[in-house]
């Protein structure tokens, strides 16, 4: 669609602009001498509003032909073409326009008076023709650049998406391969307890089937997944697993990539709560300030063994799908402090409803 042509508004304002251009164009044929300004206007604002349909037509050629390396030279000789035939139509407009004005007794004499200017008039119709060439092609390259940029925003938003599913799909076998650990090494010692585990892994399994096909879910829903996840582990560590929270009531509707507290609770049990024979606690924190979500998930481990890695695929996968979905808005910090392990992630804190992937 011609971009002049979209709306009449558009039209207007165009067809306004050519008139100062008519009224210059007058001024410089009175200037030149021979014809009075009120002569020169009414032949040449007509005749400039007749042209200014004419150059409406550069717009498809030029989109036929755009603007590329080794084709300036093709380019120039066929709109250069163009505005010689349409100056040519614009000359014979004005003369016929002062013919038939000199019938008019205070326009008598016109065409005499005039054709002297017609050398002028066909040279100024060049110009504005190629001006209007140079405003088209100006006109498509930001259309080409809105166009590659919105194409590129799609492209990213895509690889997003597709990574986010990814690390998602990454997730959730990593988790699965522990928790069948833990009931395999139960199962040998206590077999009610290990069915009472099995029983308690599909329920969180549905739920975690059931909010990870989602792009991202509230802070209470994935703490659940978090209390579902340590209520399985419950079974076989007893009274030596404690968890302890501190959340803040305001941050129950910020909104998360699912099950992105799993790993950090995973990592708890493994490298701290296991290692300790009196067991331990963990503890997780959440907070919400300057429009952001602090969390942080703390536990003990064993200071006579290795300090739990401050790296691993549980880590990794967090701090990539951080990346992924928010950049550098997010970060992930760990911190080793007098025998307590803890891990803390900032991120913006989106209340509002998104969806579905």
């Given at each position: 669609?011609?971009?002049?042509?979209?709306?009449?508004?558009?039209?207007?304002?165009?067809?306004?602009?050519?008139?100062?251009?008519?009224?210059?164009?007058?001024?410089?044929?009175?200037?030149?001498?021979?014809?009075?300004?009120?002569?020169?206007?009414?032949?040449?604002?007509?005749?400039?509003?007749?042209?200014?349909?004419?150059?409406?037509?550069?717009?498809?050629?030029?989109?036929?032909?755009?603007?590329?390396?080794?084709?300036?030279?093709?380019?120039?000789?066929?709109?250069?073409?163009?505005?010689?035939?349409?100056?040519?139509?614009?000359?014979?407009?004005?003369?016929?326009?002062?013919?038939?004005?000199?019938?008019?007794?205070?326009?008598?004499?016109?065409?005499?008076?005039?054709?002297?200017?017609?050398?002028?008039?066909?040279?100024?119709?060049?110009?504005?023709?190629?001006?209007?060439?140079?405003?088209?092609?100006?006109?498509?390259?930001?259309?080409?650049?809105?166009?590659?940029?919105?194409?590129?925003?799609?492209?990213?938003?895509?690889?997003?998406?597709?990574?986010?599913?990814?690390?998602?799909?990454?997730?959730?076998?990593?988790?699965?391969?522990?928790?069948?650990?833990?009931?395999?090494?139960?199962?040998?010692?206590?077999?009610?307890?290990?069915?009472?585990?099995?029983?308690?892994?599909?329920?969180?399994?549905?739920?975690?089937?059931?909010?990870?096909?989602?792009?991202?879910?509230?802070?209470?829903?994935?703490?659940?997944?978090?209390?579902?996840?340590?209520?399985?582990?419950?079974?076989?560590?007893g009274e030596r697993l404690r968890l302890e929270e501190e959340i803040d009531a305001e941050c129950g509707s910020c909104r998360l990539p699912p099950l992105l507290l799993q790993?950090?609770?995973?990592?708890?049990?493994?490298?701290?709560?296991?290692?300790?024979?009196?067991?331990?606690?963990?503890?997780?924190?959440?907070?919400?300030?300057?429009?952001?979500?602090?969390?942080?998930?703390?536990?003990?481990?064993?200071?006579?063994?290795?300090?739990?890695?401050?790296?691993?695929?549980?880590?990794?996968l967090v701090q990539r799908r951080l990346s992924a979905r928010h950049g550098a808005s997010a970060r992930l910090d760990v911190r080793i402090l007098d025998h307590r392990y803890?891990?803390?992630?900032?991120?913006?804190?989106?209340?509002?409803?998104?969806?579905?992937?």
């Open positions: 669609m011609h971009p002049i042509l979209t709306t009449r508004a558009r039209l207007g304002l165009y067809l306004l602009a050519w008139l100062p251009i008519a009224g210059l164009l007058a001024a410089v044929l009175n200037a030149s001498g021979g014809l009075a300004l009120p002569e020169a206007a009414a032949v040449i604002l007509p005749a400039c509003l007749f042209f200014a349909g004419l150059c409406l037509a550069p717009w498809y050629s030029c989109r036929v032909l755009p603007p590329a390396p080794g084709v300036f030279r093709r380019l120039l000789p066929a709109h250069s073409a163009a505005a010689v035939v349409s100056s040519l139509f614009l000359v014979s407009a004005a003369q016929g326009l002062a013919l038939v004005l000199s019938q008019i007794p205070a326009f008598a004499g016109l065409n005499q008076r005039f054709s002297p200017h017609l050398p002028v008039v066909f040279a100024m119709g060049v110009l504005l023709y190629l001006m209007m060439v140079g405003v088209y092609y100006v006109i498509l390259a930001e259309q080409q650049s809105r166009e590659a940029e919105r194409r590129e925003q799609e492209a990213h938003i895509l690889a997003r998406e597709a990574e986010l599913r990814a690390l998602k799909a990454q997730v959730n076998p990593h988790f699965l391969f522990n928790c069948l650990h833990s009931i395999s090494a139960l199962a040998t010692s206590d077999g009610p307890r290990a069915r009472e585990m099995c029983v308690r892994l599909s329920d969180f399994l549905r739920a975690t089937l059931r909010l990870g096909e989602r792009d991202a879910v509230a802070l209470a829903e994935e703490l659940e997944l978090a209390r579902g996840y340590l209520a399985i582990e419950q079974i076989r560590f790993p950090l609770v995973e990592n708890a049990i493994k490298h701290g709560i296991a290692g300790l024979l009196e067991g331990g606690w963990v503890r997780i924190e959440a907070r919400r300030r300057e429009g952001f979500l602090q969390l942080a998930v703390e536990n003990p481990f064993d200071p006579g063994s290795a300090a739990p890695p401050r790296s691993g695929l549980g880590l990794a803890r891990v803390e992630l900032s991120l913006p804190c989106e209340s509002k409803a998104l969806s579905r992937a």
